[in-house]
């Protein structure tokens, strides 16, 4: 079993750029999928990020493509989102996953899947 924990939001403006950090515990992290997922006020979590074990494949909404990058620190256990040029559209508690199954499978919502309690990112306009 993996426990994550999500670090990193906060409050930004229009255009700027914020980190988020996931911290994952467990012996076979390195064998886990991560990925990130929002949940906006009122509407249902979507899937923004993926990455693979071994960090080689990665996956992106096409909202978010261009602007976040997703990686991942198999030495330190750690997995991050890289988010630039941030839209008021942004706006939501994000979370971190990480599933033993495909990082594929992860974006489409198939397999066990282990969630953080999440991080609030607010984007003023």
């Known amino acids: 079993q993996v426990q994550v924990v999500e670090s990193g939001g906060g409050l930004v403006q229009t255009g700027g750029s914020l980190r988020l950090s996931c911290a994952a515990s467990?012996?076979?992290?390195?064998?886990?999928?991560m990925g990130w997922f929002r949940q906006a006020p009122g509407k249902e979590r979507e899937f923004v990020a993926a990455i693979s074990s071994r960090g080689g494949i990665t996956y992106y909404a096409d909202s978010v493509k261009g602007r976040f990058t997703i990686s991942r620190d198999n030495a330190g256990n750690t997995a991050s989102l890289q988010m630039n040029s941030l839209k008021p559209e942004d706006t939501a508690a994000y979370y971190c996953?990480?599933?033993?199954?495909?990082?594929?499978?992860?974006?489409?919502?198939?397999?066990?899947?282990?969630w953080g309690e999440g991080t609030l990112v607010t984007v003023s306009s």
């Open positions: 996953a990480a599933t033993a199954a495909s990082a594929a499978s992860l974006k489409s919502g198939y397999g066990m899947t282990y």
């Open positions: 467990g012996r076979t992290y390195s064998a886990y999928a």
